[in-house]
């Protein structure tokens, strides 16, 4: 729990920075969600959904912007504050990147053709499953400033590497057997590139609460084999 | 926030009694000015307008200081026995705390007070930030700033498959309660109840066929056939229904972990007496001098107690044990390792591994694994009696316990298995 400070209109301004950013990440849990959503069940009402709510996120972040800028000129924050409300400003910019990546598999998802028969898209779900969870819990733990919390989420990113190379070299397999379907296989690879993008988003936003929390970093993953 | 605290009645309860006076300072400055003023017109010869205007100023520094309208004291009534309670955060917090169901009490922005439920949803960190920390699902941020009593259905409030009715309802003029009523159990146990059946009428048709396959055979030729294949073809039947047998109880297992998913279990389950247990239960097969499984305890000794299930542990365990002991190299013994973190001030958790020797897993199978009924190698798996569920059981009785499951592998050395579980409060201290 951070202390109270003597200045209340500090504290409303934290509260309400901390606000926006859980409201963004809760748009952009739903926007991954439901682009997935979209592109399995071929849902085209639901992924002009996601693809119109994106503009809700960008509008926040500029929120997150301004208030930041405004905090730092008129209470010049110190220590722990100006960790949270850096760590904050570096997240909303992140949460804004997830939202583009689910409204980039949104926008894919009219292009899938045949898609009852199509089996690559069986084994996306669950890599979306993975990198979802992560961003849910990332933002828990930017809610509860739980460093601990942060560290395992970070761990979870080579769940979805994996999940990224098998689906990679499935899915080449797949075209070299199928070529009639190569548009198809090529626009879900990039689904799960985008699903990667945001494991990996996530752990950004991990260090960030690690950082805030903590006022340390986060050491390096180890950078995973190449393929 | 404060909605009549009783310090405010004292304070304007004491000003009402004792009058506006004592509290009035007398003013000094101006009175000491017009005596400095007086004194001075006995030794000089000031005009007389010099007096007039300090007089006047003297009366106008005690017009500003007795006379000056002032705003009325905001009076807080003071509660006459047949007057209804007063509301105060403390009342309501005490109120809510017992209920069944997460209640979560707002103002315009913030959390006030969450009962016990609730905390236990979110945490107990939501209390005193905004609303939003708790509800950042856009439709539960979209409820906050709806009319009182309107109510949504949220899809993944709490993470993947929740399903909340959240109502929001007004207790005075700036506050309101949210009440979160959890509905993924019902909407759960509609989708496994078709997973379900789905999952069972693909799996047992392929031994159902065989088994009807075979028995139209015996029935078809009553006295013609040889003894010796009449044997082979019941005992083609029998494991047949064996294995069907397996299946059924895996799913049942399955389908039982399904619908209890939510209820974390409450039990005291000591790790070490269940780790002893379980692998003692894998007795050296006759001919066979000493058992594959050998177990570590802890290093330093300490008894690692889980709230979990007992027997759901037990079920866990015993099949990742069984599956070493299939995969593994048949000379090779299989390690159950048990130990905890927790040393270097990270969360402690009870550390269970098993690990084998053997041909490995491919990294592509590695993020399937866990998935009912994918196996790496049908044939084989089916030889060993596999049912392609067991794995699929562990990953359900393993989040059941808010525990998590690793697995790393490497083809032609072996697997490890890591599961690790949060070890109960007591013995977090201990450690």
């Known amino acids: 729990m951070v202390a109270e400070h003597l200045a209340k209109a500090f504290d409303q301004d934290i509260s309400q920075l901390r606000g926006l950013i859980a409201e963004m990440g809760g748009l952009a849990e739903l926007a991954i969600t439901e682009a997935m959503e979209a592109l399995v069940k071929g849902a085209q009402p639901l992924a002009d959904g996601v693809i119109a709510r994106d503009k809700k996120i960008d509008a926040l972040e500029a929120e997150v912007d301004q208030l930041v800028v405004r905090i730092i000129a008129l209470r010049a924050p110190m220590a722990d504050d100006l960790r949270e409300i850096i760590a904050s400003l570096k997240i909303a910019g992140i949460l804004e990147r997830i939202g583009d990546y689910a409204k980039n598999i949104a926008k894919r998802a009219a292009r899938i053709e045949g898609r009852t028969q199509f089996e690559p898209l069986t084994l996306l779900p669950a890599m979306a499953d993975i990198a979802a969870s992560m961003v849910h819990d990332v933002l828990n733990a930017y809610g509860a400033r739980d460093a601990d919390l942060a560290r395992e989420v970070m761990e979870r990113d080579a769940k979805v590497d994996a999940f990224y190379d098998s689906i990679f070299r499935n899915m080449v397999s797949f075209m070299v057997e199928n070529p009639s379907t190569i548009t198809s296989a090529a626009h879900l690879l990039f689904v799960a590139r985008n699903l990667e993008r945001i494991g990996d988003h996530s752990t950004n936003i991990a260090e960030q609460v690690y950082f805030a929390a903590t006022g340390g970093q986060l050491a390096d993953r180890t950078d995973r084999p190449a393929n | ?431």
């Open chain 2, 1 to 431: 926030m404060r909605v009549g605290h009783p310090h405010d009645m004292t304070e304007y309860d004491a000003q009402g009694s004792s009058g506006m006076s004592a509290r009035t300072p007398i003013p000094w400055p101006g009175m000491a000015l017009a005596a400095m003023t007086l004194t001075m017109l006995n030794q000089t010869a000031l005009p007389k307008l010099v007096l007039v205007l300090v007089g006047l100023f003297w009366l106008l520094s005690l017009w500003v200081e007795w006379l000056r309208p002032r705003p009325a004291p905001q009076m807080v009534e003071r509660p006459t026995p047949n007057a209804p309670e007063q509301v105060t955060i403390g009342g309501i917090r005490a109120s809510i705390e017992a209920m069944g169901f997460p209640l979560v009490v707002i103002d315009h922005s913030r959390v006030l007070a969450a009962n016990q439920a609730a905390r236990d949803t979110f945490g107990r960190h939501i209390i005193g930030q905004d609303a939003r920390i708790a509800l950042r699902h856009p439709d539960a941020v979209r409820l906050l700033d709806m009319a009182d009593g309107e109510s949504v259905t949220i899809r993944g409030l709490t993470g993947a498959g929740s399903l909340w009715q959240v109502t929001r309802r007004r207790i005075d003029a700036g506050h309101w309660a949210i009440e979160l009523r959890d509905r993924t159990a019902e909407a759960d146990i509609s989708r496994a109840h078709t997973d379900f059946v789905a999952n069972a009428s693909h799996e047992l048709r392929t031994p159902l066929a065989s088994i009807i396959g075979y028995i139209e055979t015996l029935v078809d030729t009553p006295e013609g056939m040889d003894p010796a294949m009449r044997l082979r073809f019941l005992n083609i039947v029998l494991s047949q229904a064996q294995r069907m047998q397996a299946l059924v109880a895996d799913l049942m297992s399955l389908s039982q972990l399904e619908a209890e998913k939510h209820d974390a279990p409450t039990e005291p389950v000591d790790m070490n007496a269940l780790a002893q247990m379980v692998t003692a239960s894998f007795a050296p097969l006759p001919g066979q001098r000493e058992s594959r499984v050998c177990l570590t305890l802890p290093g330093d000794g300490v008894a690692l107690t889980v709230q979990g299930d007992p027997r759901q542990l037990e079920q866990l365990l015993r099949n990742l044990v069984d599956n070493a002991l299939k995969y593994g190299h048949h000379d090779t013994p299989v390690r159950v390792i048990l130990d905890h973190t927790g040393a270097d001030g990270r969360r402690p958790m009870a550390v269970l591994q098993v690990i084998d020797q053997g041909a490995g897993i491919a990294p592509d199978h590695l993020p399937h694994l866990t998935r009912r009924f994918y196996r790496t190698d049908p044939g084989r798996s089916q030889s060993a009696g596999g049912t392609g569920l067991g794995l699929a059981i562990v990953k359900h009785i393993v989040e059941r316990h808010r525990g998590q499951l690793d697995i790393a592998s490497e083809v032609g050395v072996g697997t490890c298995f890591t599961i690790r579980l949060p070890l109960t409060g007591a013995r977090l201290n201990a450690v």
